[in-house]
């Protein structure tokens, strides 16, 4: 892992995690160990971007949402999204996450959202590539590991039905080197793979070429440590959209 407070002090969001109202076990047992609604309003600090000025966190009402509303000004080293917000810190090998997704680009094949895991760094990190349709580049479990993405999907379905203005619920699992993600309400999962990156890394989600939003985040897992991944720099903190 690199530096640790590379994206900012941490003691914050330590202190945000303890605040969570958990559950004393959820999924496999495991502890509820972040939790996000974003009705905080500085709760996107918890979070370091590919270009902050890309996104934002948005509010209607009392609920509040984190947005991606352009593309992001960022040119990976290797072939791989390009719109990212990472969490900082704290890091997890096993995990299950579940958070609310809403794609809000054009409909059209690769129109996606991804989520990011085991990111240790801008080039060492797994993502689930979540699109329209499924081909050889779209709708993976995709790796990055010193090179551009390469798939490492063993089954998926044929795509995603991301609507018009919809939120989308997602699960991912994470053991090992396995992973499985279900999106929306169906049982089968849309996507399954077994050689992600190894050892433990960030969580983050984002798009490859689209806009997208998330919300209400949980990770559950049976252990985490605060250390931050390293890789792309956040300088210039996220504007709030009233």
Same mark, same amino acid.
């Given at each position: 892992m690199g530096p640790v407070c590379r994206f900012g002090c941490l003691a914050a969001v330590a202190a945000s995690l303890a605040a969570c109202s958990a559950p004393p076990s959820g999924p496999h047992g495991w502890p509820l160990v972040y939790s996000q609604d974003f009705d905080a309003a500085d709760s996107e600090?918890?979070?370091a971007f590919t270009d902050a000025k890309a996104w934002r966190r948005t509010v209607d009402g009392s609920n509040g949402w984190l947005e991606q509303f352009a593309q992001c000004a960022y040119e990976?080293?290797?072939?791989?999204?390009?719109?990212?917000?990472?969490?900082?810190?704290?890091?997890?090998?096993?995990?299950?996450?579940?958070?609310?997704?809403?794609?809000?680009?054009?409909?059209?094949?690769?129109?996606?959202? @991804?989520? +990011?895991?085991?990111? &240790?760094?801008?080039?060492h990190f797994s993502? /689930?590539?979540? *699109?329209?349709?499924?081909?050889?580049?779209?709708?993976?479990?995709q790796r990055v590991d010193g090179a551009p993405r390469t798939p490492v999907t063993t089954s998926r379905t044929q795509g995603v039905d991301w609507?018009?203005?919809?939120?989308?619920?997602?699960?991912?699992?994470?053991?090992?080197?396995?992973?499985?993600v279900w999106l929306g309400d169906s049982g089968e999962p849309?996507?399954?793979?077994?050689?992600t990156a190894p050892g433990e890394g960030c969580i983050g989600f984002g798009t490859f070429d689209d806009t @997208?939003? +998330?919300?209400?985040? &949980?990770?559950?897992?049976?252990?985490?440590? /605060?250390?931050? *991944?390293t890789g792309f720099d956040a300088?210039?903190?996220?504007?709030?959209?009233p």
């Open positions: 600090q918890q979070f990976p080293r290797y072939r791989s999204p390009l719109n990212l917000a990472i969490l900082r810190t704290p890091s997890f090998s096993d995990f299950v996450l579940e958070a609310r997704l809403r794609q809000t680009g054009r409909e059209y094949p690769h129109r996606d959202m @991804c989520v +990011v895991f085991a990111f &240790r760094d801008a080039e993502y /689930a590539h979540l *699109a329209t349709t499924a081909d050889d580049n779209a709708h993976h479990v609507g018009t203005d919809r939120w989308l619920a997602v699960r991912v699992e994470r053991t090992g080197a396995s992973v499985r849309q996507l399954v793979a077994d050689q @997208c939003a +998330v919300d209400d985040v &949980r990770i559950w897992a049976p252990s985490s440590r /605060a250390a931050t *991944a300088r210039t903190p996220p504007a709030t959209n």
